[in-house]
């Protein structure tokens, strides 16, 4: 969510169950917007936030020039330091996904991840892991799963550079009751003509993106419409506390996370 504008979303996220209390968004804006201007972002985003036993961690997001490519990703636990979460390595995303105990709130512990699937005398059995490996690692996945925009939210332009749409004024009735009005905000993964494929009104500067109605299994993403149809609320099954909105026909836009950071790993049989 845009930082500058927690107060007006505050009400959006609030009635889904999570609470952005007055406190939390005065802390959120004062310490976001000096991290805005001492990185020179031209966009700042609260990403949400990590339960952990002594002190819960505080994500935010930062954009430079490409709306996907440039994202960097920060940490804080007390407001006041915000520390730049390190590019997640392939086998950490992989370790974070069975490690069942919940953190700490302290990013230099070490913790020891036992890989059930491998023999008792595999070398690989046991490995260490920090917990700020760890926080990336989660980061990177959830993002990856269920950080997701409203179609029209970002275009790429002709040079190929992704973008937040200045001129964006909402999805319509009709479309917000749509699965595929929602892309996820990662590096496409589907062939090009995915979405050429199955879309009449196809746009390559906004369609260039997975939508979710491609996600597996089907049903893996609760969608409804509240406030008298005014507002879609968007809740990932696979990351309980990954909620997105969008106020119909209108700019206002925005997801967050609140939760342990596990998955669930259940959806498929579950469904």
Wanted: proline share 5%.
């Amino acid at each position: 969510m845009n930082v500058h504008k927690l107060w007006e979303y505050r009400e959006y996220v609030n009635i889904n169950g999570m609470m952005l209390t007055s406190e939390l968004i005065s802390l959120l804006q004062n310490s976001l917007t000096l991290l805005q201007i001492e990185n020179h972002f031209t966009h700042v985003q609260y990403w949400g936030q990590l339960y952990a036993i002594d002190a819960d961690y505080h994500i935010a997001c930062g954009i430079t020039g490409d709306a996907i490519a440039d994202r960097k990703y920060f940490y804080t636990t007390d407001f006041k330091f915000w520390g730049l979460l390190p590019k997640p390595k392939r086998k950490y995303k992989l370790l974070s996904l069975i490690t069942t105990f919940p953190f700490r709130g302290d990013p230099a512990l070490k913790i020891k991840v036992l890989d059930e699937a491998l023999e008792d005398n595999h070398p690989d059995k046991c490995r260490l892991m920090k917990e700020e490996s760890r926080l990336a690692a989660t980061i990177s996945n959830i993002s990856d799963e269920a950080e997701i925009c409203a179609r029209g939210q970002l275009i790429q332009q002709p040079d190929g550079c992704v973008v937040i749409n200045p001129n964006y004024y909402g999805l319509t009735a009709p479309e917000a009751k749509l699965l595929k009005s929602y892309l996820h905000i990662r590096q496409p993964q589907q062939r090009w003509n995915t979405n050429l494929l199955t879309r009449q009104d196809y746009n390559y500067s906004m369609d260039f993106l997975d939508s979710i109605d491609q996600d597996i299994p089907s049903g893996c993403w609760s969608l409804s419409l509240e406030k008298s149809g005014s507002v879609a609320y968007l809740r990932s099954l696979y990351w309980p506390g990954m909620t997105f909105f969008h106020k119909v026909r209108t700019p206002d836009a925005g997801f967050l996370y609140v939760g342990n950071g596990r998955k669930n790993m259940d959806v498929p049989f579950l469904l």
